[in-house]
């Protein structure tokens, strides 16, 4: 009750909006240390999920901004991933520091990008859709069989022992102790990602309000009309293209550090489903709302992994339906769900809720 | 020597198939004039139109705009010269704001880049500000300033057709080529329309005007030429070309006894 009323004081007062974010900062600053408590594998899990914020957030450019279907995003993470792969692991015996691979990787996906973007320019819809997703699995394939006659990716069996960041004495595979805090890994990976991810925040909301974010937008509402305002559509749909792969290859190069192995296992069609997914149910063209999509499509699943088999062990004595189907399934429900009471996604922005809402369409 | 057309449009052809869409068609257009290009429907006006604003690009022929020949050059790069249109079937960014929509057509003359927007450098800001001051007096100019925040597609239609035109002129065009613009509007609307598109003339704009409101073209235009299956048929001051009994014969099928 008294709390109740100290937030009704606190409503409207000039302070309010900074003490949410002072909140959320400290909320934000303390979550490793919580989960640690409940289990190191849900600071991993929470990793997952700031990563598929990044990819989403990536592919947020290309689908929500610009309006160019992409159904094969998760080359992009593939490329980067690989490029860290490659540059920081025994397999060409290369060592170069994070810091150097992070931005070659996020150039090599913006060329990926760019070779991707060049042809399909007069594609649109469902073609392009068609195209991007055969660019996804020429990528996997190709990462699957460049191991002859030159072993480039080690095929299948992907690459080992790949570096994690270090930073002068800095091992983010180590566990440190500071002023009585344990740093573990995974920890001191979050809050690089959290910056990263602050970062890609803050470019995404920059970029909307601006006058590339408004060309993207009048590409997708009417190209023949934004290309007769002297919009040069095809940079600025490669523009598009290149800054959404990069954000896919800073993930991807992330994602190799943490992991240590990766394989093209990992990039399969699903995942760039999946990724598209997590843009469309948190809000097309809406940073939060992507970040939210990619926050709940990330945990969710896990949640469930750790609850299905307990709760059924409870309710009936044994386990009756795995995990995973379960997930499946509520997943596809959730999606038919939203589609039909909310189109625009959970949060969408201002300009898809007009799309979606039933005034008259011209 | 005198002084060169701003648009000099010579032995234009484009065939789609076996149908002849403009044959032969030459006409050259003044600066500071208003002219007006008429025609029954299937003449082949807004496919001059498409040529022109770089949508189609012509089997034959070339046309010069202000000293530079502009055949071939993509729609992007034709705005950039200084050709800026609007749209038989308006063809708004719809779920945009009107001051949205306006703010699209300062892209050509702006340049902030992805990185400039990103940093959020003093230039990008300084642009971003004069952009937005200069959509706003368009709106006002136009007369839809209260309509600032309103989704171009809930406008009503003859508003819809004003803030095309904003969104051109935004674009800072020599010539501002609009197709059909009256197509829809009542009376009271044709006639804020006239009184507007005299303003842009003196202001500096020449227009280039294809209607099916006789009325407004002979009482509006300094000149005027009529196309009829693809052909230009008459050409010049709009009491001569109503009297024309080619044009006569275009428009009701046959010579007046």
């Keep these: 009750m008294g709390s109740a009323l100290g937030f009704k004081a606190l409503r409207g007062h000039r302070a309010a909006p900074w003490l949410g ?172 990602l959290l910056a990263v991810l602050l970062l890609a925040i803050g470019i995404n909301l920059r970029l909307q309000n601006s006058r590339i974010g408004r060309a993207w937008v009048a590409i997708r509402e009417d190209e023949v009309a934004a290309q007769s305002m002297g919009i040069n559509t095809r940079n600025i749909k490669l523009l598009a293209f290149a800054m959404g792969a990069s954000f896919g290859g800073i993930a991807g190069g992330i994602f190799a550090a943490t992991q240590g192995f990766i394989s093209p296992e990992s990039f399969v069609f699903v995942e760039s489903i999946m990724v598209l997914s997590m843009v469309v149910l948190g809000g097309m063209g809406n940073v939060w709302g992507v970040v939210l999509g990619a926050v709940l499509l990330s945990f969710v699943p896990e949640i469930l992994r750790y609850t299905v088999e307990p709760v059924q062990k409870a309710l009936f004595g044994r386990m009756l339906i795995e995990p995973e189907v379960i997930r499946m399934l509520l997943f596809g429900l959730a999606l038919v769900l939203m589609m039909l009471y909310r189109p625009a996604g959970l949060w969408p922005s201002q300009r898809r809720k007009r799309e979606f809402s039933d005034s008259d369409h011209l | 020597m005198q002084m060169a057309r701003l648009l000099e449009i010579r032995n234009i052809e484009k065939r789609f198939g076996g149908v002849s869409a403009l044959a032969d068609v030459s006409l050259g257009i003044e600066r500071g004039e208003i002219y007006g290009l008429i025609g029954p429907n299937g003449a082949g006006k807004t496919t001059l139109f498409n040529v022109l604003t770089g949508l189609y690009v012509p089997d034959r022929g070339e046309f010069e705009f202000n000293g530079a020949n502009l055949v071939g050059l993509k729609p992007n790069r034709v705005a950039e010269c200084g050709i800026a249109r609007t749209f038989q079937n308006i063809r708004l960014f719809g779920n945009m704001t009107a001051m949205e929509n306006v703010m699209v057509g300062r892209h050509v003359r702006t340049q902030a880049g992805a990185l400039g927007a990103i940093l959020r450098t003093r230039h990008a800001r300084q642009e971003e500000e004069a952009i937005r001051r200069r959509s706003r007096e368009l709106l006002d100019y136009v ?115």
């Excluded at chain 1, 600053?29 to 929470?46: D, E, M, Y």
């Excluded at chain 1, 991007?132 to 699995?137: S, V």
């Excluded at chain 2, 309509?147 to 239609?157: G, H, K, M, S």
Aim: net charge negative.
């Design chain 2, 143 to 257: 007369g839809i300033g209260q309509y600032d925040d309103i989704v171009a597609r809930n406008l009503p239609y003859g508003d819809q057709r004003r803030l095309e035109i904003a969104r051109a002129l935004a674009t800072e065009p020599r010539l501002l080529a609009l197709d059909e613009p009256a197509a829809g509007m009542n009376a009271t609307e044709t006639v804020q329309l006239r009184s507007l598109l005299e303003r842009i003339r003196s202001d500096g704009v020449t227009v280039l005007l294809i209607e099916h409101d006789v009325k407004l073209v002979m009482g509006l235009c300094d000149r005027v030429a009529v196309l009829d299956y693809g052909k230009k048929i008459a050409e010049g001051e709009p009491a001569l070309v109503r009297a024309d009994p080619e044009v006569i014969r275009a428009y009701l099928g046959g010579a007046l006894p």
């Design chain 1, 21 to 192: 974010l002072g909140f959320i900062v400290v909320a934000l600053a303390i979550l490793p240390f919580v989960l640690t408590s409940v289990g190191t594998a849900w600071v991993r899990i929470t990793n997952l999920a700031i990563l598929f914020a990044l990819l989403s957030l990536g592919l947020n450019i290309v689908v929500g901004f610009a309006g160019l279907l992409d159904l094969g995003y998760i080359a992009f993470y593939a490329v980067g991933a690989y490029s860290y792969a490659l540059l920081a692991s025994p397999h060409f015996g290369l060592h170069l520091p994070f810091w150097v691979i992070l931005p070659i990787g996020a150039a090599v996906a913006c060329v990926f990008g760019i070779m991707l973007g060049a042809p399909t320019l007069k594609l649109r819809g469902d073609y392009l859709a068609i195209v991007t997703l055969g660019f996804g699995e020429i990528v996997r394939i190709f990462l699957n069989n460049l191991s002859q006659p030159i072993n480039i990716t080690n095929g299948p069996q992907g690459v080992t022992l790949i570096d994690p960041f270090r930073l002068g004495s800095l091992d983010f595979n180590r566990t440190d102790t500071v002023a009585g805090l344990v740093f573990s890994g995974p920890v001191k990976y979050y809050y690089f």
